[in-house]
C-alpha cells in the first residue's frame, strides 16, 4: 500500500534526504483509520526504511504486536531527482529525465536510474514468490507501486527503455493509503486487485 499523507506530498517540497519526510496530523489519521478498518492477521508487515512509510505502518504494527516485521530495502520510492533548490528547476530536470527514455541515466551520484528501480523491484516480486504465504502487507510509495503493476503487465521484457515509455504512458494512480493487492497462484503467475 501507499503510504499516507506526508509534509513533503502537500508542501510540494523535496526533503533533503527523501526517507526523512514524515506524516503530516491528517497522514496519521489515514494511516490509523486504515489499520482500523482491517481485520485480518498479516503474517508479515513490511515498509520500507523511509519514515512516512514505517509511521503509516505503526497503527498496524500496534494492532497486531505479534506479527513479524521487516524493513525492506528494495521498496523504497524511485529516488531519480537531486534535491532542487527551485521548483521550476526540479519541474524541468523532471521532464528532461523522462524525455531522455535513457533507463541508464542518473541525475547524479546519489540518485538511482530507471534500470535501477527495475532490478528492485524484481528483487521484491522475487521475495514475495518465497514467501507464499499470505496476507503480507507492504508499506510502499507512489511510483513504486506503478512500476509494480508495470512489471507484471510485462514480466519478461528486458528492454527498459520500453518499461520506461510505458511507463510514462501508463497513468496508474494511488491515494495515500492506496491499496493494490497481488496474489500469486502455484506457478508463480501474479494476479492484481486494486481496492
Given amino acids: 500500500m501507499r503510504h499516507a499523507e506526508s509534509v513533503a506530498n502537500i508542501k510540494n517540497f523535496e526533503t533533503s534526504d527523501a526517507g526523512d519526510d ?85 541525475d547524479c551520484e546519489y540518485t538511482e536510474s530507471f534500470s535501477e528501480l527495475i532490478s528492485r523491484i524484481d528483487k521484491t516480486l522475487g521475495k514475495l514468490v518465497k514467501i507464499r504465504k499470505s496476507p503480507v502487507i507492504i508499506f510502499s510509495h507512489a511510483k513504486f507501486m506503478r512500476m509494480i503493476i508495470l512489471r507484471l503487465i510485462h514480466p519478461k521484457t528486458v528492454n ?21 493487492e497481488i496474489y500469486i497462484d502455484d506457478e508463480d503467475f501474479f494476479y492484481l486487485k486494486e481496492r
Avoid at 525492506?72 to 528532461?96: D, G, M, P, Q, V
Wanted: net charge positive; aromatic share 16%; charged share 30%.
Fill in 22 to 106: 514524515l506524516l503530516t496530523e491528517l497522514g496519521k489519521k489515514q494511516a490509523s483509520e486504515f489499520a482500523r478498518n482491517y481485520t485480518e492477521s498479516p503474517i508479515l508487515i513490511v515498509s520500507s526504511s523511509y519514515n512516512r512509510a514505517k509511521e503509516t505502518a505503526q497503527p498496524l504494527l500496534d494492532l497486531f504486536p505479534k506479527v513479524k516485521y521487516e524493513e525492506w530495502n528494495c521498496i523504497h520510492e524511485f529516488s531519480y531527482l537531486k534535491k532542487y533548490t527551485k521548483a521550476e528547476e526540479r519541474r524541468n530536470a523532471k521532464k528532461n529525465f523522462w524525455n531522455k527514455q535513457d533507463p541508464t541515466f542518473r
Fill in 160 to 180: 527498459h527503455a520500453y518499461l520506461m515509455k510505458m511507463l510514462t504512458l501508463y497513468n496508474f494512480r494511488f491515494d495515500y493509503c492506496g491499496t493494490l
